[in-house]
């Protein structure tokens, strides 16, 4: 079975940036759009970004203008570039993808920590 692996969080003072990348591990079909979500202890999984083949994408409003999803369809790699961080951007970091009425593929999530 297809997986997305996730790479590219770690530790980071606030202030800094860290680009975060998905590469699925085999080719995905019927795949409607892109996204990453994010979940901090003790609070419920949110909606960080999100591309659709067309090039639109939606953010949520605590990260926009500091985060940038894109895609490389050549390589078939999804990012997260992440600046002006804060410590409230800590969270566990999920690259998914939807597939409409088949579901959502999710990925095993990488460690974002905004500390001094």
């Known amino acids: 079975q297809v997986q997305l692996v996730e790479s590219g969080g770690g530790l980071v003072q606030p202030g800094g940036s860290l680009r975060l990348s998905c590469t699925p591990s085999?080719?995905?079909?019927?795949?409607?759009?892109m996204g990453w979500s994010r979940q901090a202890p003790g609070k419920q999984r949110e909606l960080v970004a999100r591309?659709?083949?067309?090039?639109?994408?939606l953010y949520a409003d605590s990260v926009k203008g500091r985060f940038t999803i894109s895609e490389d369809n050549a390589q078939r790699i999804l990012y997260l570039q992440m600046n002006s961080l804060k410590p409230e951007d800590t969270a566990v970091y999920y690259c998914?993808?939807?597939?409409?009425?088949?579901?959502?593929?999710w990925g095993q999530g990488t460690q974002v920590t905004v500390s001094s």
């Open positions: 591309i659709w083949h067309d090039g639109n994408t």
């Open positions: 998914n993808s939807d597939h409409g009425i088949l579901g959502t593929r």
């Open positions: 085999g080719k995905i079909f019927g795949v409607v759009a």
